[in-house]
């Protein structure tokens, strides 16, 4: 409920404003370089960290965005119960960042859950796993007409796409 606030609160706010004399279109369907890289190391540094609220072991959820420069920014960072699909983000939403608490899958990777996300909102989500160290991160991404995903290391850096 406190998540599902959190987001009507964000939607209200409206998208971030652009900075003079740049174009706002539709977000990728693939995270920009900077996008990832901001992904893997501003969204590491949230893994292991607690989290206030009702909700036992949630998930965390970064909604990303750019600032009036142009650069990769955090637009709201809340908490969500773990196994259950995210809404729609907000406009204004370039990525979003999903960190598990628990591995829910028998291969380390993104859930079905993950996976729906992408397909139904054609934006591309970052997964972390919180159960390891260093956190295993993943892009899921909509590419060539269909949901899959790579893995990104440490500082950004990319693996192949993966069904």
Not at 21 to 37: F, H, I, K, M, N
Not at 73 to 85: C, G, H, K
Not at 88 to 115: C, F, K, N, S, W
Request: hydrophobic share 45%.
């Amino acid at each position: 409920m406190i998540a599902a606030l959190l987001l009507f609160a964000v939607q209200a706010a409206g998208p971030a404003a652009a900075a003079p004399g740049v174009e706002t279109t539709a977000p990728s369907p693939v995270a920009d370089q900077d996008l990832r890289e901001f992904a893997a190391i501003d969204g590491r540094k949230v893994a292991g960290r607690p989290t206030g609220g009702p909700y036992a072991n949630p998930d965390k959820i970064l909604l990303l965005t750019r600032d009036g420069k142009g650069y990769p920014a955090v637009m709201a960072s809340l908490a969500f119960p773990a196994r259950q699909s995210l809404p729609a983000p907000p406009p204004g939403t370039l990525a979003v960042v999903r960190l598990h608490q628990r591995m829910e899958t028998i291969i380390p990777g993104p859930t079905a859950d993950d996976l729906a996300f992408v397909a139904a909102n054609r934006l591309p989500l970052f997964v972390i796993g919180e159960w390891a160290r260093p956190a295993p991160m993943w892009e899921v991404a909509w590419v060539d007409g269909g949901v899959r995903f790579r893995t990104v290391g440490d500082v950004g850096e990319i693996g192949p796409w993966q069904d």
